[in-house]
């Protein structure tokens, strides 16, 4: 693996207009530049499990997808996160029923999340990683989950199974196990430590 020089590598791309990963970064001093970029996620997940694509592979593979369209000179960091529930990956809710709908099918379930990170070098992966974190959540009433959405929504309209565990979405869980930084979207330490392998200058 080269060594990049701290000039060659003082910037990195963010494919993501993550609010969250955005912070995650800038709290551990790595600096960058944010280039979103558009993919028919829903379209690509489809596909993927249509060819029996496990939900740990198709974190990788939508992380890939985004690395690659966003990649320029430098690294670009692509990052998704994949919720499953067994056999079934649920995306993003749709809207504040679909949010009740995914709530009650997590509810009394220990779930995975798989938050996949894939490093591009110009037009090349270099590096990739996927977190996982167990999620084992309260068993809940339907009522429950609507006085918390009356609170959370439309705040959690971004999050895969309609909470955050990092704010009011903690109290539905009743355990959780794994890379905390995969819950928030990214596999942060391992980023880190491979940057750091790079020579990569730290603010």
């Known amino acids: 693996m080269d060594k990049l020089s701290p000039q060659t590598i003082a910037t990195l791309t963010l494919a993501s207009a993550s609010d969250i990963r955005r912070q995650l970064l800038l709290q551990v001093g790595i600096r960058h530049v944010v280039r979103p970029v558009r993919l028919d ?3 690509i997940r489809a596909a993927l499990q249509a060819e029996g694509v496990g939900a740990r592979d198709m974190a990788d593979a939508l ?3 985004k690395a690659r ?3 320029r000179d430098g690294l670009t960091l692509g990052c998704d996160q994949i919720l499953a529930l067994k056999s079934e990956v649920l995306a993003k809710p749709t809207d504040r029923a679909d949010a ?3 709530l009650e099918r997590l509810s009394g379930q220990t779930h995975q999340l798989f938050s996949a990170a894939v490093l591009y070098e110009d037009d090349r992966a270099v590096w990739r990683h996927v977190g996982v974190a167990r999620m084992t959540m309260h068993s809940l009433t339907p009522a429950e989950i609507s006085t ?3 609170s959370a929504w439309p705040g ?3 999050s895969v199974g309609a909470y955050q565990a990092e704010a009011l979405g903690a ?8 890379d905390w930084f995969s819950v928030l979207g990214m596999p942060l330490l391992d980023i880190c430590s491979y940057l750091r392998l790079r020579g990569w200058r730290f603010e």
Not at 172 to 178: E, P, V
């Open 41 to 43: 996620e829903d379209a």
């Open 100 to 102: 009740q709908a995914q």
């Open 63 to 65: 992380a890939e997808a």
């Open 148 to 150: 918390y959405l009356d």
């Open 171 to 178: 109290r539905l869980f009743s355990r959780i196990d794994g």
């Open 69 to 71: 369209r966003a990649a």
């Open 156 to 158: 959690v309209a971004s």
